[in-house]
């Protein structure tokens, strides 16, 4: 395995040859875009849903469309194959280019490519899951185009700095009294047999394995959910509480700022629901020797 190689504009090579011009606009105004794609068994993980949300973002940022779809799968394989790493996650990366410095960019633009593989510790969140997780609060300064994927992520990297340095799993964002989602991941109670959740909207993150959930999962088990914007006191109140995202899967909540959620302790839900995905995702990318 080989985890020091990039891809830029769909050319590998080893990290230590590639570079960021420091004219790029990603590089000097955050002015670009990105996604993440979970990679199981060597095999990229809802890809064209994912691949059709950075287009999203692409479009939004008016950044011109360089790459077909099917160009970008290509990519993803190629490196796949070039690190022979089998479980990872797929960082892509589209800036609108170099230009000379100004706020205005000039037409037409050159995007710039960037792709990496990023490793997870799948068995590490597999222990925390089976315990439970604290999350703390943080007031939802970001902007109001959440569903953007922009590299503009200082709210959430200080967010994620706090919960780091308090010892918490990751910070949940709260705007206008209500929480939205956390730096990485969507937010779900379940309370008197009913999933309960922010709407989406813009202020929220797309996110593969929510759509997953509401579309598939939920339907599968039998699951009702309300898309309604909820308060901590409401949610501290529910049977259970878990964040889901192509990151975390799906993660217990136990514990927000100073109060349990079920006393402290993992539900009954989360765990099936988990164990649901988990079969989904063998199904979708079932291992390459079997």
């Known amino acids: 395995m080989n985890e020091n190689l990039v891809l830029i504009d769909g050319e590998i090579m080893p ?19 990105f996604e993440l794609v979970p990679v199981y068994n060597g095999r990229c993980f809802a890809l064209l849903p994912l691949m059709n949300n950075l287009f999203d973002s692409v479009i ?3 950044i011109p469309g360089v790459y077909m779809i099917e160009e970008l799968v290509e990519f993803h394989e190629n490196l796949i194959a070039a ?4 479980n990872c996650e797929i960082y892509t990366q589209i800036t609108r280019g170099s230009a000379p410095y100004g706020l205005a960019y000039p037409e037409p633009s050159v995007p710039r490519l960037t792709m990496f593989a990023v490793p997870v510790d799948r ?13 703390i609060t943080e007031k939802d300064e970001r902007w109001s185009r959440c569903d953007v994927n922009t590299l503009n992520r200082l709210p959430e990297v200080l967010a994620k700095q706090k919960a780091t ?8 964002f709260v705007r206008d009294g209500k929480i939205t989602e956390s730096t990485e991941a969507s937010f779900f109670i379940y309370k008197d047999g009913i999933l309960w959740t922010h709407p989406e909207n813009n202020f929220i993150h797309k996110n593969v394995v929510r759509r ?20 901590k006191e409401f949610a501290l109140k529910a049977d259970e509480a878990f964040l889901c995202g192509p990151r975390c899967e799906f993660m217990p909540v136990t514990k927000i700022d100073r109060g349990f959620v079920n006393g402290g302790k993992v539900g009954e839900l989360v765990p099936k629901l988990q164990q649901a995905y988990t079969e989904f995702v063998l199904k979708e990318c079932p291992a390459k020797h079997a």
Not at 83 to 86: D, K, Q, S, V, Y
């Open 123 to 135: 068995e590490a969140l597999a222990e925390k899951r089976a315990k439970g997780v604290n999350v």
């Open 83 to 86: 690190t022979g790493l089998e």
């Open 165 to 172: 340095i308090s010892r918490a799993f990751d910070a949940i």
């Open 60 to 62: 939004s940022a008016k």
């Open 15 to 33: 990290m230590e040859e590639a570079f960021v011009d420091v004219n790029d606009r990603g590089h000097n105004f955050g002015d670009g875009v």
């Open 212 to 231: 997953l959930l509401m579309e598939r999962l939920s339907k599968d088990m039998d699951l009702q959910i309300i898309e309604r914007p909820f308060n």
